[in-house]
T-cell receptor, first 111, second 115 residues
Framework: RKEVEQDPGPFNVPEGATVAFNCTYS??????FFWYRQDCRKEPKLLMS???SGNEDGRFTAQLNRASQYISLLIRDSKLSDSATYLC????????????FGPGTRLSVLP | GAGVSQSPRYKVAKRGQDVALRCDPI?????LFWYQQALGQGPEFLTY????????KSGLPSDRFFAERPEGSVSTLKIQRTQQEDSAVYLC?????????????FGPGTRLTVL
C-alpha cells in the first residue's frame, strides 16, 4: 500500500459545482497534513493546512479523520481558476520534515 | 520579495554525464528540501537540510545522488553518471525554520532529460 493515496481523477466538473477529493495515509504517527495545489508545469503551492478540528478558507474546506487516517478537501462553487492538480501531503515522522506527497488528483472546471 | 530560484531551468544530459542542479532558497530560510517529480506523479522526497546539516537523505535513490549545502544557504544536487530513469523535474523547497507545520515554498524546478 502506498503511503499516501488519492482519488485517481481526473475530475471534470462544470463551473459552480461542488467537488470533493479524498486522501488516505498509512503512517498513524503522522502529525502534519496539507493540501497543495499544482498548476500544469508549475511548482506546488500551499493551498491550506489541515487541522484536527477541520478548517475552512473561503470556498475550501479541509477535514481530517485520524482514526480512519483520512483527509478530505471540499471545493464549493468551483471556478475556472480552480483547475489544477491537488496534492495531499503528510509528514512521515514525528519531526515533520520528511514529507510524503500523494500522486495528486487533477481537476478541470469547465465553462 | 524573491522566492526560491533554481538553475538551470532545463538540462539535457547524455547518459553517463554528471550534472549539478542549484537551488537558492528564500533568504533566511533554515530548512531546504529536494524532491524528484516524475511526469504525472507527486513530488518524491529526496533529502532535507537544516542550515548546513543534512538531516535526512533517505530518499536519495542511489549513491549516484549527492546533495550539499555547505554554508547553510545555496544548495547543490549532483547526479553522477546519469541514467534515463533520472529524467524528471527536480524541485527545491525552503521553509522558515525546522517546525513541522510550516509551509514549504517551492522553486520552479529543473527539468532534467537524460538521453
Amino acid at each position: 500500500r502506498k503511503e499516501v493515496e488519492q482519488d485517481p481523477g481526473p475530475f471534470n466538473v462544470p463551473e459552480g459545482a461542488t467537488v470533493a477529493f479524498n486522501c488516505t495515509y498509512s503512517n498513524s504517527a503522522s502529525q502534519s497534513f496539507f493540501w497543495y495545489r499544482q498548476d500544469c508545469r508549475k511548482e506546488p503551492k500551499l493551498l491550506m493546512s489541515v487541522y484536527s478540528s477541520g478548517n475552512e478558507d473561503g470556498r475550501f474546506t479541509a477535514q481530517l479523520n485520524r482514526a480512519s487516517q483520512y483527509i478530505s478537501l471540499l471545493i464549493r462553487d468551483s471556478k475556472l481558476s480552480d483547475s489544477a492538480t491537488y496534492l495531499c501531503v503528510v509528514n512521515r515522522d514525528n519531526y515533520g520534515q520528511n514529507f510524503v506527497f500523494g500522486p495528486g488528483t487533477r481537476l478541470s472546471v469547465l465553462p | 520579495g524573491a522566492g526560491v530560484s533554481q538553475s538551470p531551468r532545463y538540462k539535457v544530459a547524455k547518459r553517463g554525464q554528471d550534472v549539478a542542479l542549484r537551488c537558492d532558497p528564500i533568504s533566511g530560510h533554515v530548512s531546504l528540501f529536494w524532491y524528484q517529480q516524475a511526469l504525472g506523479q507527486g513530488p518524491e522526497f529526496l533529502t532535507y537540510f537544516q542550515n548546513e546539516a543534512q538531516l535526512d537523505k533517505s530518499g536519495l535513490p542511489s549513491d549516484r545522488f549527492f546533495a550539499e549545502r555547505p554554508e547553510g544557504s545555496v544548495s547543490t544536487l549532483k547526479i553522477q553518471r546519469t541514467q534515463q530513469e533520472d529524467s524528471a523535474v527536480y524541485l527545491c523547497a525552503s521553509s522558515p525554520d525546522g517546525l513541522p507545520y510550516n509551509e514549504q515554498f517551492f522553486g520552479p524546478g529543473t527539468r532534467l532529460t537524460v538521453l
